[in-house]
């Protein structure tokens, strides 16, 4: 089966499955994932129901795609998404998004667990996207051309929305949350990066180090999908503090901003 046609049947399947028609998509990262648990009346559907959908294998990260409504507007929640560690391909670590996408969606809300290298973050703030550097070297535009996927080449400059940057700032000013921005960069892991790694990376202008993320921005933009990315720092990259990294770190400060995060995007569902 081609990826157009493995595509087409997930779709198919979902639109018998869910009459409403999403208008945003989320892809709920680390610290995010509760929000999928605060929809009112939530159409659940495991992954493995839906045909040729991937199942995440992390501690973590669940696998369901929610269907709901926040303020009026119809939400399609990834609660889990794949990563190239994983060892997906890169077709499979977007499927989901192309899926979205072709369901319909305009706007595509991706989050994240991030490394922090720029001094001004801490562990526990929330930095907004507003570029990536794509150190993997994968694209998921490539392989085969799907013509309903979008063009072959594509615009990255205005990646992440301005309009969507511009109300997260208001939200962050009315919570009395202080307002950060700045660029993620791509690197596969699993590893962590290692501290010459981290150097390079803030030489070359990145502020936080994630291991997803930017397969899925290019594929939203490959369909004209609007972009909002957000990162929660959840501890510093290595070699900024002496701490040695761990994934328990990550888990338990993704616990402790799950709600300033959620309440932040919320707050930018209901102004979208
Ligand atoms: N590096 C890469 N990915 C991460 C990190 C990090 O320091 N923290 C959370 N995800």
């Keep these: 089966m081609s990826e157009r046609e493995r595509l087409l049947k997930a779709v198919s399947y979902l639109k018998n499955a869910v009459k409403i028609k999403p208008e945003i998509g989320i892809v709920l990262g680390s610290g995010l994932g509760e929000l999928g648990n605060l929809v009112k009346n939530p159409l659940i559907i495991p992954y493995k129901d839906i045909p040729e959908f991937p199942v995440p294998t992390v501690k973590g990260h669940k696998g369901n795609l ?3 409504n926040f303020y009026g507007k119809n939400v399609a929640m990834m609660q889990g998404r794949f990563h190239l560690y994983e060892g997906y391909p890169v077709n499979k670590v977007v499927f989901g998004v192309r899926v979205l996408g072709l369901l319909g969606i305009k706007t ?3 989050s994240n667990a991030a490394g922090g290298i720029n001094e001004n973050l ?7 996207i507003k570029d990536h550097i794509n150190f993997v070297g994968e694209n998921p535009a490539g392989g085969e051309e799907i013509e309903e996927l979008g063009p072959r080449f594509f615009d990255m400059t ?3 929305d301005e309009k969507l940057r ?3 700032r208001e939200v962050f000013e009315e919570l009395g949350v202080s307002f950060k921005e700045g ?7 699993p590893s962590y990066e290692t501290p010459a790694e981290i150097r390079m990376l803030k030489i070359l202008g990145a502020d936080a180090v994630g291991m997803s993320t930017v397969p899925e921005v290019i594929a939203a933009r490959q369909m004209g999908i609007r972009v909002f990315g957000i990162s929660l720092i959840t501890n510093m990259a290595a070699g900024i503090s002496k701490a040695p ?8 400060v993704s616990k402790k ?8 995007i919320l707050g930018i569902i209901e102004r979208i």
């Design 245 to 252: 990294l761990s994934h328990e770190e990550v888990l338990d």
């Design 257 to 264: 901003a799950g709600e300033k995060f959620i309440k932040i």
């Design 166 to 168: 511009n109300i997260a």
């Design 183 to 189: 660029v993620y960069a791509f690197f596969k892991g």
């Design 158 to 160: 205005c990646a992440y």
């Design 108 to 110: 595509l809300i991706v």
């Design 122 to 128: 801490q562990p526990g703030d929330l930095m907004v």
């Design 66 to 68: 929610i269907f709901g």
